[in-house]
């Protein structure tokens, strides 16, 4: 019994120090999009664009959004439109204007529309 009550007792100051060494050292967890703000585009591709674009699209609109220096942005395709997370943006228009211009990817055009 008693040997149980002391590697309780030491269990709990083991805690209870390594939380006060983390809040004096001042790691903050990273805020995801939902926390700390930010902006989710989902583009959806015009009519009779080929869907085999979208995978180089994705890459393209990645490096567009790295050039932003935006912390871990998501960039996905979901099915048949492309949806990008952009948490801790501050300018929403100048974000959605480089996500969502319009480009070309081996020699097709694809348009997408912003929502």
């Known amino acids: 019994m008693r040997r149980q009550v002391i590697m309780l007792i030491s ?11 983390t809040m004096l050292s001042s790691n903050r967890p990273v805020l995801g999009l939902d926390l700390q703000g930010g ?22 609109i990645r490096n567009r959004v790295d050039a932003l220096g935006i912390a871990e942005p998501d960039v996905q395709r979901q099915g048949g439109t492309i949806v990008v997370n952009l948490p801790g943006v501050k300018d929403r228009n100048k974000a959605q204007s480089i996500v969502g211009t319009s480009g070309s990817f081996d020699d097709q055009a694809v348009v997408f529309l912003c929502s």
Do not use: R, Y
């Not at 902006?39 to 393209?60: H, K, Q, R, W």
């Open 11 to 21: 269990t709990v100051v083991i805690i209870v120090g390594l939380f006060t060494a």
């Open 39 to 60: 902006i989710s585009i989902v583009l959806f591709p015009v009519e009779g664009t080929d869907l085999s674009a979208l995978n180089t699209a994705v890459t393209v």
